[in-house]
């Protein structure tokens, strides 16, 4: 079975282009939901976020996504030692999920899997871009965030190109019609490598 990484940067498309190839039958596993359910589940972990973030890092057994947020909006190192406890965690659970599945090739999607190394664990990896002024229309559109959240956001992110020069295939994700037509194209070809046609 074959590992394939998605990611993109925030705005991008990521989850739009997951579920398109969860509609040709690929299991999906989306990184960040996953973190976040751990976050809130695993006993070690809430007690090494709480030491790192302070009592206020969960209010009624319930990860304090904002106060968090506010700390590493202000201070990168938070969200550096953040990761290094939520990514080996997501990594470990992802490894039982996978020998779950019978299927020729799942996906991984995750938005930093090029700044936490993970796309080394993978056998393919698919980027989605999309234009900047786009990606902040979108997200302004569905959350209730700021233009500067977003930038932050971006910055902390690889950008665009450097994904690319690593990455097998690029999904451009401007309308949902081409990026259908794009995401069958590589579903074929990921079957061609998987002995499958």
């Not at 992802?94 to 938005?111: C, D, G, L, M, P």
Request: aromatic letters at 8%.
């Amino acid at each position: 079975m074959k590992i394939v990484g998605l990611t993109g940067g925030i705005g991008s498309g990521k989850t739009t282009v997951a579920k398109e190839f969860q509609a040709l039958g690929v299991p999906i596993y989306i990184a960040d939901e996953e973190a976040k359910k751990l976050m809130n589940t695993s006993k070690v972990l809430k007690r090494q976020l709480t030491n790192l973030f302070g009592k206020q890092a969960y209010i009624d057994n319930e990860l304090n996504r904002p106060y968090i947020a506010d700390i590493i909006f202000r201070n990168k190192e938070y969200l550096q030692k953040m990761n290094a406890l939520v990514h080996p965690k997501v990594g470990a659970h992802f490894k039982k999920w996978v020998s779950k599945q019978h299927t020729n090739y799942v996906i991984k999607e995750a938005a930093v899997l090029f700044e936490n190394n993970g796309y080394k664990q993978c056998d393919f990896v698919i980027t989605v871009t999309a234009p900047k002024d786009l990606r902040i229309a979108r997200l302004l559109k569905r959350e209730t965030t700021t233009k500067e959240k977003i930038e932050a956001v971006m910055k902390n992110q690889w950008p665009d190109d450097a994904k690319v020069k690593l990455s097998h295939f690029v999904i451009h994700n401007t309308t949902i019609e081409n990026t259908k037509e794009q995401v069958l194209k590589i579903h074929h070809e990921l079957l061609k490598h998987c002995g499958k046609s």
